[in-house]
């Protein structure tokens, strides 16, 4: 379930991504955590999507999700698929994060 296109349309909530650690005050730092360690394993579109997203969150890409695709040399929806893969394995380590840091 992706919640990218609201986070487009209404700016960088990325509380939204971080839906495992709700009883925790968000914090950026997470996702960019959790985006860093995910990296080594994501495909080399995933890890341009991820510096996409990363760039819309601290508002320093201002590039819309067709113009990334077409930097890309990808469709539209196989970047729309992208965001959604990217932001499953945030949300995965995320709310693992979470869950480890709440049995402390």
């Excluded at 487009?8 to 650690?21: D, H």
């Excluded at 009883?23 to 994501?42: C, T």
């Excluded at 999700?65 to 930097?71: E, G, I, R, S, Y």
Aim: glycine fraction near 6%; aromatic fraction near 8%; avoid cysteine.
């Amino acid at each position: 379930m992706s919640h990218f296109n609201e986070l487009l349309e209404f700016g960088p909530n990325w509380e939204t991504i971080a839906e495992g650690s709700r009883d925790e005050p968000f914090d950026a730092r997470l996702i960019i955590d959790a985006g860093n360690a995910e990296r080594p394993f994501l495909s080399k579109h995933q890890a341009a999507a991820l510096d996409w997203m990363f760039g819309r969150m601290n508002e320093t890409d201002t590039r819309s999700l067709v113009q990334f695709a077409d930097d890309q040399g990808i469709s539209k929806g196989y970047a729309s698929k992208l965001q959604d893969q990217v932001i499953r394995k945030l949300q995965r380590r995320v709310t693992a994060k979470a869950e480890e840091h709440s049995k402390k």
